[in-house]
C-alpha cells in the first residue's frame, strides 16, 4: 500500500522559511520522482516542483529561486525548503509520485502572514 505523508506545515511571516517534508512508503522510492503541488482557497491545484530520480530539479515559475526541492532515498523522503515566503505562497502543500497511477499524500497547510 502506497502512502505518503507530508510534514511541516504551519504559520509564518512573510520572508520566512518552511521546510515541508514527505515520507513515503510502498513504493520503490529511489526510482520515483516525487513532485510537489499546492492549492490555494478557491483555486485550482499547481505544479510547484519535481525532482527526478536521479536528482534533476524543476521549478514553477513562481517559485524559482526561493523553493529548494531535494530527496533523501535512504530515509524514502523528499523535502521542499521554502524560503522568501510571500502571502500568495499560502495553501495546502502537497506530494505525489506515480506508480502505475498518481498517489497524493492528505495535504499540509502552509499560511504565510503578511
Known amino acids: 500500500q502506497v502512502q505518503l505523508v507530508e510534514s511541516g506545515g504551519g504559520l509564518v511571516q512573510a520572508g520566512g522559511s518552511l521546510r515541508l517534508s514527505c515520507a513515503a512508503s510502498?513504493?520503490?522510492?529511489?526510482?520515483?520522482?516525487m513532485r510537489w503541488y499546492r492549492q490555494a482557497p478557491g483555486k485550482q491545484r499547481e505544479w510547484v516542483a519535481t525532482?527526478?530520480?536521479?536528482?534533476?530539479?524543476i521549478y514553477a515559475d513562481s517559485v524559482k529561486g526561493r523553493f529548494t526541492i531535494s530527496r533523501d532515498n535512504a530515509k524514502n523522503t523528499v523535502y521542499l525548503q521554502m524560503s522568501s515566503l510571500k502571502p500568495e505562497d499560502t495553501a495546502v502543500y502537497y506530494c505525489a509520485t506515480t506508480q502505475e497511477r498518481d498517489y497524493w499524500g492528505q495535504g499540509t497547510q502552509v499560511t504565510v502572514s503578511s
Open positions: 525532482i527526478a530520480s536521479g536528482g534533476n530539479k
Open positions: 510502498g513504493i520503490i522510492f529511489s526510482i520515483n520522482a
